[in-house]
């Protein structure tokens, strides 16, 4: 059996994303047994000229929205980016992961090369045939998101591990 489109892709942003919330969960449980508000790491930055973690969050759910409705020639919903709360962190992850479980394989199985437009920067776009969009793109960016949320977390004392990373919930199986 070859390999598809919406195979290369909904399973892997959805895992990708319950992971994260997974690390978030834990991130959570780690705040209150350290009797701190969970809600400090809304700012955490490795870099002062890095984005801090609740735009990692959000950056990495987009990426994996806007990447399958672009490959499904579909809309994506459209999220408001006002969280203020850790609990509404992790609601966007799960009504993000919700969403995608209603895009059918069919909507993106096909488009390998359907030109996929997006916007790069500001007022900027680039156009990439849909296979090496996801490939290139749209997996490499919402990873990019996903990881840097995971490596926030870890530097402000959360106790995650790859096994985290990678497995999610299964960490502790």
């Known amino acids: 059996m070859s390999i598809t489109l919406s195979s290369a892709s909904l399973p892997v942003f959805q895992t990708a994303l319950s992971n994260l919330l997974h ?9 209150a047994a350290r009797k701190f508000d969970p809600n400090v790491l809304f700012a955490a930055r490795l870099a002062p000229d890095m984005l801090p973690f609740a735009a990692q969050i959000r950056i990495a759910c987009d990426a994996a929205k806007n990447g399958t409705a672009r490959l499904a020639g579909i ?39 359907a030109d996929i437009t997006f916007p790069v920067g500001r007022d900027k776009t680039r156009t990439m045939k849909g296979e090496a969009y996801l490939k290139h793109y749209a997996l490499p960016n ?6 840097t949320a995971y490596a926030l977390l870890r530097h402000n004392g959360v106790d995650v591990g790859k096994t985290d990373y990678l497995v999610g919930d299964l960490a502790g199986a």
Do not use: Y
Request: aromatic share 10%; glycine share 2%.
């Open 23 to 31: 690390c978030l969960n834990k991130a959570e449980a780690n705040a």
């Open 75 to 113: 809309e994506a919903p459209k999220f408001e980016d006002n969280e203020t709360t850790f609990a509404e962190l992790q609601a966007r992850i799960t009504k993000t992961l919700d969403w995608l479980v209603t895009v059918p394989a069919s909507a993106i199985d096909g488009r390998e090369d």
């Open 142 to 147: 919402m990873f990019f998101h996903v990881v």
